[in-house]
């Protein structure tokens, strides 16, 4: 690696600061991030073996929510090692090819979990506006489908990311990553390049994973509460707002927290870098912590496996 008084050209090894601000902090900061984590492992594994080992789960809605488990095992465990290892162990240092692996799998699993998330409300959408045609549509041999194609676009939607930071830029203002985990735009703003095309890539995926999965998503809910607020009995409406909840709040806490990471990071200059960073690490470690416990809590059958296991 060479180096001049400006620039550094094609670093082999960059360096994550952690919460910028807070370094003297880090060390406590991550005790409850390692909690959130070890809570996330666990919850998802738990929701996996249940699904697995009773066949009475293995319907679309339970086959989604453990493809859901597993994206969130393995996006936890992409972020998290090296966090720690930033604030406990002073291991900041990353191999630049590294960095770069680890934001496709990042983007590439958010993606993931954004289309797990409006399968699942395709789902909820056929089985309470059409419960008569539900088994009919909702075969194996579709789900096996939609989840191989939500894979597929997650992976080839963000490769171009990877790509176009290797190959256009050879030059870097610094090897300081003045974040805690390699994010796109963190690498990005290191180029000594122009960068645009890279903003805007970064903004056509976002807008174009986001946009539509958030566009479906809320037309099958509203549908789906057209067709709930018909029903003519109060249990068969509570019933089927029921199998709703769980999704809606997941739903929720999901996209809220991606839209103030995303908009923050590229329009909120006036605050300030550890909010950000912090906000940023919460979102990626924050679902895969919830969504067990509110499944766990919301769904009945789950909900009582997990009595059985830990009663015997």
């Known amino acids: 690696m060479s180096v001049s008084n400006i620039t550094v ?62 994206t969130d095992i393995a996006l936890a465990s992409s972020i998290m090692p090296k966090m720690l290892g930033i604030f406990w162990f002073n291991v900041p240092e990353i191999y630049f090819d590294s960095c770069l692996l680890q934001m496709w799998l990042i983007h590439t699993f958010q993606c993931i979990e954004s289309g797990i998330l409006l399968a699942m409300a395709l789902d909820r959408y056929v089985a ?53 985990y390699c994010e796109h735009m963190a690498i990005v703003k290191l180029a000594a390049g122009n960068v645009q095309v890279n903003k805007i890539y970064g903004l056509f995926v976002a807008f174009t994973v986001g946009g539509f999965d958030i566009t479906f998503i809320t037309l099958s809910y509203i549908q789906i509460f057209i067709t709930v607020f018909r029903l003519p009995q109060k249990e068969a409406r509570l019933k089927a707002f029921n199998t709703c909840i769980a999704h809606i709040c997941v739903f929720l806490q999901f996209y809220l927290l991606a839209f103030f990471s995303f908009f923050t990071h590229r329009f909120g200059s006036h605050i300030p870098p550890y909010i950000h960073i912090l906000f940023s690490s919460v979102y990626l470690l924050f679902p895969p912590f919830l969504n067990p416990l509110v499944y766990g809590v919301k769904t009945k059958q789950i909900r009582t496996h997990v009595v059985k296991m830990f009663c015997s």
Request: hydrophobic letters at 50%; aromatic letters at 10%; one cysteine or more.
């Open 128 to 180: 309470i506006c059409y419960p008569l045609r539900y088994t009919t549509i909702f075969t194996h041999q579709l789900v096996t489908q939609i989840g191989v194609t939500v894979v597929l676009r997650a992976a080839i939607l963000v490769a171009p990311c990877l790509v176009l930071i290797k190959c256009r830029f050879q030059f870097y203002h610094t090897t300081l990553v003045s974040h805690s």
């Open 9 to 70: 050209y094609m670093p082999s090894v960059l360096t994550l600061i952690g919460i910028p601000g807070l370094e003297s902090v880090q060390c406590w900061i991550g005790i409850p991030f390692c909690a959130m984590y070890l809570i996330a492992m666990i919850g998802n594994s738990l929701l996996l073996i249940i699904i697995k080992s009773d066949r009475s789960l293995h319907e679309p809605m339970y086959v989604f929510l453990g493809m859901l488990g597993a």
